[in-house]
């Protein structure tokens, strides 16, 4: 089977395209990446290397938007067309030429309208739900992030070799609640490890397959930071919502549940400190640790890679 995955500037998540590419790679389907024509030779570091893969026909530019019998003018045929979009920026209008997937990140309701219309009935796989996104349709299936398995797979259950009791990259929010964090493990005995956003994904890859815990917040989406997390191995506290309470999780289990609140002032989410202090806990527990770790590893690899998401597009079609 050949198939086109298409993705918009790099602000619209061009690795993502490029996961959901290597997907379909792993099943045996000859993939053309294609994307726009600006915008990309200088986009941070963090989205163009080593994960982002350039596309190899590139067309128009953002707020362009094109008819996919155009596109496949210079790609050739293709028996699936998949399209990675946040909804307002460039992308591949649906007219018919090929079987045709959207797939929706953001599901803000003010995008609704152009998603739809680029869509023209086909298929809308979203990734975050819940309060202040677009309610579900008949043609609008959850399609929850996940994770590369080629990067992120570090050996589970290995305790004794991981150098951070916590690791917080910032990519989850928090970055307000470091200093709390850090105190509250110092106070336990555990180190933890947190910093400002980190761009380069093996750095991050590297960093997760050092720690033994981490967590990730806001329930409206499965925030991919956390399913990462546990493919390397380290245990995570989710919070709830309506998006991860469809993911499989069994807290206590193979993962741990979050209590978060909202700075009303600065809007940080704020995780509870009785959490902080289980997972020092949890850090001196290897036992513990490992069967949690162990088993949440088992879960993402049961039904939270790339290849998941790339057979559930095929099944719904």
């Given amino acids: 089977m050949r198939v086109m995955v298409a993705s918009v500037d790099y602000g ?3 690795h993502f395209s ?3 590419a290597r997907a379909y790679r792993r099943l045996g389907c000859d993939v053309v990446v294609v994307g726009p ?3 990309l030779d200088n986009a941070p570091d963090g989205y163009v290397a080593p994960v982002y893969e350039q596309p190899q026909f590139r067309f128009g530019c953002q707020g362009g938007r094109m008819g ?3 596109v496949i003018q210079s790609t050739g045929p293709v028996d699936l067309a998949v399209m990675i979009d946040t909804g307002n920026d460039w992308s591949v209008i649906n007219d018919g030429s090929a079987p045709y997937a959207m797939v929706w990140r953001e599901t803000n309701t003010s995008e609704s309208p152009r998603i739809f219309s680029a869509a023209n009935g086909a298929p809308v796989f979203y990734s975050m739900c819940g309060e202040g996104k677009y309610p579900p349709t008949p043609q609008m299936h959850f399609w929850p992030f996940a994770v590369d398995r080629e990067m992120f797979t570090k050996p589970a259950g290995n305790h004794k070799d991981r150098e951070f009791g916590f690791c917080y990259t910032g ?12 105190r509250i493990l110092s106070s336990h005995g555990v180190n933890g490890h947190c910093r400002q956003y980190i761009n380069g994904y093996q750095e991050y890859a590297d960093l997760l397959g050092k720690s033994l815990t981490t967590y990730a ?3 409206r989406y499965v925030g991919s930071r956390g399913i990462e997390a546990m493919l390397a191995g380290a245990v995570t506290f989710w919070q709830s919502g309506p998006a991860t309470s469809q993911m499989g999780f069994d807290y206590g289990n193979n993962c741990f549940q979050l209590a978060v609140s909202i700075c009303p002032t600065t809007g940080e989410y ?3 400190p009785t959490n ?3 997972m020092a806990d949890l850090a001196k527990q290897p036992k513990r640790w490992n069967e949690a770790s162990l088993r949440g590893q088992a879960l993402i690899r049961s039904r939270h890679t790339y290849e998941h998401r790339a057979w559930q597009i095929a099944d719904t079609l």
């Fill in 12 to 14: 619209g998540r061009p």
């Fill in 18 to 20: 490029t996961w959901v």
């Fill in 37 to 39: 024509g600006c915008g």
């Fill in 68 to 70: 996919l019998g155009q």
């Fill in 171 to 182: 990519r989850e929010r928090g970055n307000g609640t470091w200093s709390s964090i850090l």
């Fill in 217 to 219: 917040v806001d329930g």
């Fill in 270 to 272: 704020l995780p509870s």
């Fill in 276 to 278: 902080i202090e289980e």
